[in-house]
Structures are given as structure tokens and as C-alpha cells.
């Protein structure tokens, strides 16, 4: 059974960057669909930013696009965030997809695997 592990999150001020990390058991993530996931309180899940199998496609969110990147090596996947507002305050979970899927996508029924999460709040 394939395990996720978050890291990173916490408490920032407006402004502010973070750096949110997913640890993956058992297999290589590079091969892999990958996404990050919100869910405020009160709010549905929302898919922020999202990344294709082959890595060659990616999408975001409106709401952070230019302000979060989405990376990977072969042991982690990565959200970079940067200019943070308190509208981006949530639990955010990582997920993994197929390597069937190619191209980006931030749907959640493509996902099989998530992770617990890690509480992001941005606040002055």
C-alpha cells in the first residue's frame, strides 16, 4: 500500500513563502501523476496544482498561478508557495495518479492515493 507523508506546513504571514514536501513510499513519484489539493474549512477540495506523468504538463489553479510551482524528483513532490494570502489558509494533501495520465490534471477521481495533510495558515 502506497504511503504519503506531508511536511512543511504551518503558520505565516501574509506575504510570506513555504515550502510543502510529500514523501512517497514504495515507488519512483517521477513516474508518476502527481497533484496538491486544499480544503479550507467550510469549502470544498480544491485542486491547486497538478502535474502529468512524463512531468511535461502542468496545471494550476487560477487563484496561484505565478505565486505556487509544482516539482518533483523521484522520492518527493514538491509545492513551492510564494506571496501568500490568508484566502490560501487550508489542509493541503498531496496525491498520486497513474503514469497513464499524461496530461495534467487537477480532477481528484484520478488520483488513488492521498496523503493525511498539512495544516497551511497564513496570518499576520
Known amino acids: 500500500q502506497l504511503q504519503l507523508e506531508e511536511s512543511g506546513g504551518g503558520l505565516v504571514q501574509p506575504g510570506g513563502s513555504v515550502r510543502l514536501s510529500c514523501a512517497a513510499s514504495g515507488i519512483a513519484l517521477d513516474a508518476y501523476a502527481v497533484g496538491w489539493f486544499r480544503q479550507a474549512p467550510g469549502k470544498e477540495r480544491e485542486g491547486v496544482s497538478c502535474?502529468?506523468?512524463?512531468?511535461?504538463s502542468t496545471h494550476y489553479a487560477d487563484s496561484v498561478k505565478g505565486r505556487f510551482t509544482i516539482s518533483r524528483d523521484n522520492e518527493k513532490v514538491y509545492l513551492e508557495m510564494h506571496s501568500l494570502k490568508p484566502e490560501d489558509t487550508a489542509v493541503y494533501s498531496c496525491?498520486?495518479?497513474?503514469?497513464?495520465?499524461?496530461?495534467?490534471?487537477?480532477?481528484?477521481?484520478?488520483?488513488?492515493?492521498w496523503g493525511q495533510g498539512t495544516q497551511v495558515t497564513v496570518s499576520s
Open positions: 496525491a498520486v495518479g497513474s503514469i497513464w495520465v499524461v496530461q495534467a490534471t487537477c480532477n481528484h477521481q484520478e488520483y488513488a492515493y
Open positions: 502535474m502529468g506523468s512524463t512531468g511535461a
